[in-house]
């Protein structure tokens, strides 16, 4: 059984730019979240993404945004990055809104 | 809004002193709750879902229970391989798919 897997783990940008990290789910799992943890805290959700639609957002501007694929593989893309966008962002994958979560090992985002 | 406080922030035990974590919750609407348990570097990892008061699950040295209000995490006799933080969430029946968490609690064990 594979596990969630994200891309790229680091990743370095400056103020302004555009960014785009990437999960795989695990296998037959259709439900995928996003989270934004900053160093000693624990994660903000993002939103979630349930058979390629939005279902449910947290308090994240709009230059958040996501897609999931008809493969349950999603992306998460923030727009003019700011330097508190910088943090480690999660991936995580179950079998449904309210199942456990099996998380990826993160993207460590650093903006310049 | 939905809140989730830890406590304490940060617990040092000696190989074999049991002890437990607190999480205090508000939700309007408690769907389930979950703790999660995070090493330096990974993403959290599941640990336990707990639906309603009363219930209790157990896992080799961890015990979940849960209250109306708050859950606490038994840890007996641990050792130095449950250093780790143990991170609460919690999903409220009005608010599909968000999980809202603590800041989790960050233990430490010596041999």
């Known amino acids: 059984e594979t596990g969630v897997t994200q891309s790229p783990t680091h990743l370095i940008k400056t103020r302004g730019q555009q960014v785009t990290l990437r999960c795989s789910s695990q296998?037959?799992?259709?439900?995928v979240s996003w989270y934004q943890q900053a160093l000693g805290q624990g994660p903000q959700f993002i939103f979630q993404?349930?058979?390629?639609?939005?279902?449910g957002r947290g308090n994240f501007p709009p230059r958040f945004s996501g897609l999931q694929f008809p493969n349950y593989s999603s992306e998460l893309n923030v727009n003019a990055l700011e330097l508190d966008d910088s943090a480690l962002y999660l991936c995580?994958?179950?079998?449904?809104?309210?199942?456990?979560?099996?998380f990826g090992d993160g993207t460590r985002l650093s903006i310049l | 809004e939905d809140q989730v406080t830890q406590s304490p922030e940060a617990l040092r035990l000696q190989e074999g002193e049991s002890s437990s974590l607190n999480c205090s919750y508000t939700?309007?609407?408690?769907?389930?709750l979950f703790w999660y348990r995070q090493d330096p570097g990974k993403g959290p990892e599941f640990l336990f879902t707990?639906?309603?008061a009363g219930e209790e699950k157990e896992k080799e040295r961890l015990k979940a229970t849960l209250t109306k209000k708050e859950s606490f995490l038994h840890i007996t006799a641990p050792k130095p391989e449950d250093s780790a933080t143990y991170l609460c969430?919690?999903?409220?029946?009005?608010?599909?798919?968000?999980?809202?968490f603590g800041d989790g609690t960050t233990l430490t064990v010596k041999p």
């Open positions: 995580a994958s179950s079998l449904g809104e309210d199942q456990p979560q099996h």
């Open positions: 296998s037959g799992h259709n439900t």
């Open positions: 993404y349930y058979r390629e639609e939005e279902n």
């Open positions: 939700v309007s609407g408690l769907r389930g």
């Open positions: 707990l639906y309603s």
């Open positions: 969430a919690v999903q409220a029946r009005t608010n599909a798919g968000k999980s809202t």
